[in-house]
């Protein structure tokens, strides 16, 4: 008989598991003097390929339907509201035109990091599980570094984000029936802090899904929830064309000196709200920084690659039709007073009933969305303190709670308390600083050009080695610095737009 380290998976020592080596090494077979023991040897081998794949790790499961729900789940996300205002800022011509550029390049540099998942052969080469294993896979030394600290901050920041836009929808709801009953004569102000400490309960629970692979099915359900309010607002919005029936709004967008519900739009002002919409519509499309954890959770063969190619090739199309179906529609209904959400602006307010379900749609959503996009830091943080405390129970230990007609399930106590402190201090910061449009232009700056861009791009140079100033490598280049120039304009026009806020804002204190 083989020696176990030889034909099973790793021991469990002190409720940890010890790293498995290359899983080559325990499918290696000594000669042996009998027939029976060699046919012996290879069953196990069969039924532990059954479980594992060719790194050691559990078999993958994820097709190319669960990547694209997770695709779509972070990609439809509430940064579609605001694309109608984004509309308005920016024309029918530079508007249209400028989404389209955006869903181009995210295509294009998605496919070139779906290509790095693997070091060396793009089919049996070293798997790289987090976007920042690829960085250091491909680029390495400080690089590894900047990408992990505005990854993490990123996912950090869309989780306040997500934060504020479901509290937002949540406060619709009940503002909308609000609205019916008194006709439209009570303005129905009311602070969002109820509503955000709600969401952050909820998430508190969602966030014991143990890791991404768990959360497929919520990921499924928060995409259909997406289809469904941006169907409602793209009804809402060809309703309201059709009741006045022409379309509003202007070839370049909103004109100096139009009265909005923000007061009149100034020279200065025109500027900021054009670079802020370009922050909007860059957000609309950020989940390249979770693709890389998308890409870990499909099954091969097929190579992975090649499932994510069409995953990210259906998912941008679809979505990009949305986008645009969504935000003509909605610039068409309210021209240049598009408010900053399509569904909580209140420029519908009938039917009443549709606003509603639309807006819980949303909520619901935001909630999966949620978790798709903080599972890669949870993960993170888990893996490094398990690795600088790997013999604290209360770090790694996994204890079974019996829970009635489901089995078990199975509570990490560290993975209770910081994911729990995790989600009150987004709840805490999004209490604080309540800006939908202008949290959304910023997060879309800052996470558009190093994670959509940069970083897949020189990841590719790299593991495809391409030549220095070559036709190509001038050409990916390119695309880079340009890029470059809009993420920084973004970011400038967001601040200038945060910067106004405060100007008016007192912490807690915000209503609508």
């Known amino acids: 008989m083989l020696p176990r380290s030889r034909t099973m998976p790793s021991r469990i020592h002190h409720s940890a598991i010890e790293e498995r080596h290359d899983i080559r090494h325990y499918l290696q077979v000594e000669v042996q003097p009998k ?8 069953n196990r081998q069969a039924n532990y390929s059954k479980c594992f794949d060719d790194d050691g790790h559990l078999k993958r499961t994820g097709t190319f339907w669960t990547a694209t729900s997770h695709i ?7 940064g579609v509201l605001s694309l109608a205002w984004a509309f308005a800022q920016l024309g029918w011509v530079t508007g249209p035109t400028m989404l389209v550029l955006f869903a181009f390049v995210n295509l294009y540099t998605s496919n070139l990091l779906a290509e790095c998942y693997r070091s060396g052969d793009p089919v049996t080469g070293q ?7 690829a960085v250091k896979a491909h680029l390495g030394g400080w690089k590894v570094k900047l990408c992990g600290w505005i990854q993490y901050l990123n996912l950090f920041g869309v989780a306040i984000g997500y934060t504020i836009a479901a509290s937002v929808s949540m406060m619709a ?37 143990p890791n991404f692979s768990h959360v497929w099915w919520l990921s499924i359900v928060a995409a259909i929830m997406s289809f469904t309010y941006s169907t409602a607002g793209l009804g809402l919005g060809i309703s309201k064309v059709a009741e006045h029936g022409r379309f509003e709004g202007s070839l370049s967008g909103i004109s100096i000196g139009t009265l909005t519900h923000a007061g009149t739009v100034t020279g200065m002002q025109k500027i900021w709200r054009t670079l802020q919409a370009l922050g909007a519509i860059a957000f609309a499309y950020s989940y ?5 954890e998308i890409q870990d959770t ?13 995953a990210t090739s259906f998912s941008i199309i679809v979505t990009t039709v949305f986008y645009l179906l969504c935000g003509s529609f909605g610039y068409a209904a309210f021209g240049d007073l598009s408010p900053g959400n399509l569904l909580t602006g209140f420029g519908f307010y009938n039917p009443y009933w549709l606003l509603d379900i639309a807006n819980l749609a949303v909520v619901v959503h935001l909630v999966g969305a949620y978790q798709v996009f903080c599972q890669p830091l949870f993960a993170f943080v888990e893996k490094w303190c398990a690795q600088k405390c790997p013999k604290s129970d209360f770090v790694v230990a996994e204890h079974e709670i019996p829970i009635p007609f489901a089995g078990t399930y199975r509570i990490n106590l560290f993975r209770l308390v910081w994911r729990t402190i995790f989600v009150a201090i987004t709840t805490l910061i999004a209490m604080l600083m309540p800006f939908f449009n202008d949290v959304v232009g910023f997060l879309g700056a800052m996470g558009f050009w190093p994670l959509t861009v940069y970083f897949p791009i020189e990841m590719y140079i790299s593991h495809k080695k391409i030549g220095r100033e070559t036709s190509r490598w001038l050409a990916l280049q390119m695309i880079s610095v340009a890029c470059f120039f809009v993420t920084v304009a973004a970011a400038v026009g967001s601040v200038a737009g945060v910067v106004l806020d405060l100007q008016t804002y007192k912490p807690f204190k915000t209503s609508y």
């Open 288 to 292: 390249s920084v979770i693709l890389i």
């Open 298 to 310: 499909v099954k091969s063969p097929p190579a992975e690659y090649k499932t994510m190619k069409r």
């Open 173 to 209: 709801i009940k503002r909308s029936n609000c609205f019916h009953k008194s006709g439209g004569t009570n303005p129905c102000h009311m602070s969002s802090n109820g509503y955000m400490i709600s969401f952050g309960i909820a998430e508190v629970i969602f966030s014991q899904i």
């Open 127 to 133: 798997r790289n599980y987090t976007y920042m294993e």
């Open 35 to 42: 027939a029976e023991n060699e046919i012996e040897t290879t």
């Open 72 to 78: 779509i789940t972070a990609v439809i996300g509430s």
